[in-house]
């Protein structure tokens, strides 16, 4: 999961240079149609073993998905790049309430602890000193609820279906909300224009919506969904560190303290779950 984050790090990099060419649903649905794409042809025998049950499955997965990527993309108009990051991260908060809600299970003390302090060094990272919630974070709010329940149920089904397919076969329907919202509220689709945008496009397929996706669905078949999600809720660290390697960003020393915390909470909930000691 750990490497899943690592990948979709980089993905708000790429995203921000490959919309100086493509519309946002545009790039989403070739992004996603090009993964699943790549994917059937790799897993095309697995692909023989698809049944009705892992295709509802994967339909609802990539309903919660593509919900998400929506609300990310529209907060992001009236928010800043830090705010959105942070508010990403709280999908380590609504998915413990969402299973207590559900299955009348609270998180154990550890857990508790471990959001506590990943979410405050998101904090340092992320937040300036002056704060305020609008709109737009609001939305953003919307997009890690969406997403915590993405990620609650990959872990049920993914004990349930073959993780490659489900991981996979989520991504068309990705693609098929992207194609109809394209045509519907922009200019039509259209192909990148130069060698960059092709580059950053098939990081974007093949990187952040295959392999990443993979990754995350194995992930959760041998963990919880309340450890995968704080891990989750480390990919600012990733996005700080790509912006300062290939974008010469600087890194703050109250970033520098965040960064710790982060791996700090990361740690006691692994050390904690037994599941994770069980897939190592």
């Keep these: 999961m750990l490497a899943a984050t690592m990948i979709f790090g980089a993905m708000t990099i790429f995203s921000k240079q490959i919309l100086a060419e493509l519309d946002v649903f545009n790039m989403v649905a070739l ?8 994917c059937f042809v790799i897993f095309f025998r697995r692909y023989r073993n698809l049944d009705r049950r892992t295709s509802i499955h994967a339909f609802i997965l990539g309903t919660f998905l593509f919900l998400s990527y ?60 002056d704060f305020t919630l609008n709109r737009g974070d609001c939305v953003c709010i919307m997009s890690a609820f969406f997403y915590s329940f ?33 045509l519907i509220l ?14 950053q496009l098939l990081y974007l397929a093949l990187g952040c919506g295959a392999l990443g996706f993979i990754l995350q669905t194995t992930a ?43 791996f700090i ?3 006691i909930t692994v050390r904690k779950d037994p599941h994770a000691q069980k897939g190592a």
Excluded at 31 to 38: D, M, N, Q, S, V
Excluded at 186 to 199: I, K, M, N, Q, V
Aim: some cysteine; overall charge neutral.
């Design 31 to 38: 992004r996603f149609l090009i993964a699943f794409a790549a």
């Design 150 to 182: 993405q990620m609650l149920y990959t872990e049920r089904y993914a004990r349930e279906d073959d993780p490659v397919l489900l991981g996979t076969f989520q991504l068309i329907f990705v693609s098929v909300y992207g194609f109809i919202f394209s």
């Design 265 to 267: 909470g990361v740690l």
């Design 70 to 129: 929506l609300c990310m993309v529209v907060g992001c108009k009236y928010t800043t790049a830090s705010n959105a990051g942070f508010m990403m991260s709280l999908v380590a908060f609504f998915t413990p309430l969402i299973i207590f809600a559900q299955e009348k299970v609270p998180p154990d003390r550890a857990h508790v602890i471990s959001i506590f302090i990943t979410l405050t060094g998101v904090g340092l990272m992320c937040l300036s000193g």
């Design 186 to 199: 922009e200019d039509g689709l259209r192909l990148p224009a130069s060698a960059a945008g092709w580059g």
């Design 220 to 262: 959760e078949k041998l963990s919880t969904a309340g450890h995968t999600t704080l891990i989750y809720a480390s990919q600012p660290v990733f996005v700080a560190l790509f912006s300062y390697l290939m974008l010469g960003e600087s890194i703050s020393l109250r970033q520098v303290a965040g960064i710790v915390l982060v």
